[in-house]
């Protein structure tokens, strides 16, 4: 596609639910990167890929996050048992080389609710 | 731990005035470092990247300028519209750090009035 995609622009869910969100990156970038945004504050890592293998997952806040990417183009975002610390905007960003020290392209972002 | 720091965090400037946003970063050992600008609900543009070799980079009316040694950065925009409004964001990716994940400071609002 002709930029980052992520799906639902914005989920509101009840405490305890489980949620999923999803990261369509550029075509082709073989670098793809999870950020959460609390209000007010910069984005914050959470998770790297690089084409289907999680190389770095040390930004996830508990083992109630999983990220996963299995054949190296879209991702998805599970966040299990959701808690009220969980509401953020969550950001999928792509860049096409290896490691990400090239651009980075980012997708509008999913805004969760938990209430 | 690199921190970056942005001030101010608020800026209101009448329109036609230049724009001096600043960024900080605690860690001089950058590989680059990007400006981004966030429109409300929205996600991240980038506006440009500026390696660690360069001392500057410019787009149309942004300038970035660099100063790795002193841990600084700073975008101007010249002759701001009321289409700036916008929150901008700073971010640096570490040498050490080997997949190049940007660490981002919390990022200036600015309002241009008419």
């Known amino acids: 596609g002709a930029g980052v995609s992520q799906s639902p622009r914005y989920k509101v869910a009840k405490r305890g639910q489980d949620v999923a969100l999803r990261c369509d990156p550029i075509s082709g970038h073989v670098s793809l990167f999870w950020y959460q945004q609390a209000l007010g504050q910069g984005p914050e890592f959470l998770t790297y890929f690089q084409n289907e293998a999680q190389l770095d997952k040390s930004g996830l806040p508990s083992d109630r996050f999983f990220a996963e990417r299995p054949e190296g183009s879209v991702s998805t975002l599970k966040i299990q048992r959701t808690q009220q610390e969980d509401s953020a905007v969550y950001l999928c960003a792509s860049t096409p080389s290896r490691a990400g020290y090239t651009e980075a392209f980012f997708g509008q972002g999913t805004r969760l609710t938990v209430v | 731990k690199q921190e970056v720091t942005q001030i101010p965090a608020a800026l209101s400037v009448p329109e036609g005035e230049n724009l001096v946003l600043n960024c900080s970063f605690t860690?001089?050992?950058?590989?680059?470092l990007q400006w981004f600008r966030q429109d409300p609900g929205k996600g991240l543009t980038s506006l440009l990247l500026?390696?660690?070799?360069?001392r500057e980079q410019t787009s149309g009316r942004l300038n970035a300028s660099l100063d790795k040694s002193s841990g600084r950065s700073t975008l101007y925009i010249a002759a701001s519209q009321p289409g700036d409004s916008a929150t901008y964001l700073c971010a640096v990716r570490l040498t050490t750090d080997s997949w190049g994940k940007l660490q981002f400071g919390a990022g200036t609002q600015v309002v241009v009035t008419p």
């Open positions: 860690d001089s050992a950058i590989y680059n």
């Open positions: 500026i390696q660690s070799s360069q």
